[in-house]
């Protein structure tokens, strides 16, 4: 061992012992005070009667629910979030990255604005601005609601939309549905196979069919009931809402981080190299063909690992909707529950461990999906597309 | 590892470190506060009385800064509500309304400075609770001001009272009791409730005036107060009934009987002023020329009533004339002659329907 290494090995060895030091002192420290005051650490408080009502709840809940369903309900308020802006940004972040590729002036200067302008606002200004600016200032008030026939109305309460109410034979819809989508998925796998071997045969003319069959029936039976909003004195007794506070949360999530996965979709496909798109050129794919078959999955290989990151961002961000009074994890959990029960330490510990694991889930679906993607690119996109006579 | 890897990693660390301190720490700082107040000795070897008579002047405890209760005006004179109090207190005993000191105190730092002396009287929106009495070694003179959890509403909504609220939309401020009470309110007597809840008691006022809720709770004088910065404040208005009591009062040392008499009464006098229609224009008047004994007695012309709480036989006089009577300082600050243009509601007297009531003097 020379000198430098052994200078390294006590240096990190000195600052691993110094830390572990610190949280020895921090934790004996808090041992003292909680047991000064007669409490013992530990998370039966989630046992107790809550007391608080929360505004959106995915699950049923009332006041005489415990604490620890507050924390399924913020929870699943997050997620619902989360999911929604992720899927809103990843459409907004492909066609703005597209048009930002455009040879058209007009498409790709609309998209350089729209990046420029949105990216460098942070982020708690854009859900303020849909909260405080476009809802509680711009739309009308709730008897005044701008209507289109019976079936929305958009107002400073939110946007209302009729709900389906699940009939008798929904059961055997969703059974039907279920099956359909199961015998596409298999076609699909069969077509592939087929391909690799070097068999073309039509098989889409099968898929739907199979597609049809859900339709017809949900069109022949009725499995669900349409039931129109119906205004009464406070707010709708039907119909489905989204609140100003979900939507403020989802909108300025979804097209502030739409900004940054457009410019990973651009370079990822400015980084596929210039010679497969003159390769699929002069063997005379159309320009729609050449994106879908050779530009895109090459630059899904590159545009994946960051994407993550946008994803795992937007899950962290939508903890903002505290500003506007959303009902999240945050809000709810580490927000109320904490004040009521005054377990901080318990309480963020929770909060903390719930978001990384949320997270590492989303990594670790989202690195799944890459190595799938890999793997096929290895074999599929070669082979599909040799013309095999 | 490179020095620079290791000075990153020691930056992380010193972060963490943080980090995990100022989680800990916020568990336990309201109970500190407590335990400290708790543990601080009374000091009251000499009386407060004395004390304030050698000093000259009068130091009382006050808010940072609540419009109508106690705030600076234009030329930097804290004047409020609870500030009159402390000038009737400081005209009873020094004959001087002005020889009072304001000095802004936080919620916290509130009952740790009547302990340690730093203050002579507190007049600080606080409440009159069990726990405070009992525990923080401070003693309640009276409730100037009777506060609650009221609710606020725009008047073209229709809704009427609290029984109008069934189904209704309301904001509130986030880990606040009020939130706790009601959700309980309407829970107990069956009825619906959505509740949105705010970081900070404007956003829920700015959801009422958008007509995002239909109705904003909190303490009503802090709702009357949310009220002066809307854009069209005589469309809302509270509706009548109250759902907490929050009786707010001067707190004075634990152990000095003579100061919490001295105070108690001080506040009686412009109870009883209100009462017997004695005002800071007619006092002089009234002094001379009224056949009431109760009025006699209080601007010490009979009896000998102030003499026996070691003041001058005019302190009650002192009093009405410079402050004037409890219904003149509540226009003034809080009522029709304020902004804030507060109902008198359950702080009415009693002969006039309300909770005010001022003991005899005799």
Redesign the interface.
Known sequence: MNKTKIR?LT??AG?IA??LA??AY?GF??IQ??SQ?NIEIGYGFMDDTA?????QTLIPY???DTFGRTFVVGLLNTLLASVISIILATLLGFVVGLMRLSSNKLMSNTALFYVELLRNIPPLLHVLFWY?VV???VLP??KESFKLGEWLYIN??GITIPSFVPQENAVAFHIITFIAICGIIYLGIIKKQMVLRGVHKRLWPWQVLLLLVPVVYAWLTGPYRMVLPQI????FSSGMTMR??LFSVVVAMATYTSTYISEIVRSSILAVPKGQLEAAKSLGFPSYRRLQLIIVPQAMRTMIPPVTNQYLNIIKNTSLG??V?Y?DLT?VFA??T???T????EV?ALVMVTYLSISLVTSLLMNWYNRSIIDRKGDLISKEDIPVE | ?SLKA?FK??AA?LI??LL??T??S???K???VTAEATAAPAESSTSTLDLVKERGKLILGVTAGVPGYSAPDGEGVWQGFDVDLGRAVAAAVLGDPDAVECRPLSAKERFTALQSGEIDLLCRVTTWTATRDAELGVNFAGVNYYDGQGFMVAKDSGIKTLADLD???I?VQ???TT??NL??Y??KNGME???????ANE?AA??LE???A?AVTSDSSQLYALRTKFKEPENFDLVPELISKEPLGPVVREGDDQWLDIVTWSFMTMLNAEEYGVTSANVDEMKASSDNPNVKRMLGVEGGVWEGFGLGADAGYAIIKSVGNYGESFDRNLGAGSPLNIARGYNALWVDGGLQYGMPIR
Do not use: W
Not at chain 1, 51 to 55: A, K, R, Y
Not at chain 1, 342 to 345: E, I, P, Q, Y
């Open positions: 390294n240096l990190q600052l110094l830390l610190l949280f921090f420290n808090y005070n909680i005051r007391g608080f009502s929360i505004s009332t006041e005489a405080q809802f509680l200032n008030p709730f400073v309460r009464t004195k406070f707010k100003p506070e505290m500003a009074a009902p809000a927000g109320t904490l004040n009521q005054g377990r901080a330490l963020m | 590892m290791t990693l020691s660390a963490t470190a995990s301190l989680i800990v916020c568990g336990s309201e109970t500190a189904g209704a939309t904001a986030a880990g606040t939130e706790l959700s309980d309407f829970r409730l959505e509740l949105i809840t705010f970081e956003q700015a959801a958008a007509g995002r239909d």
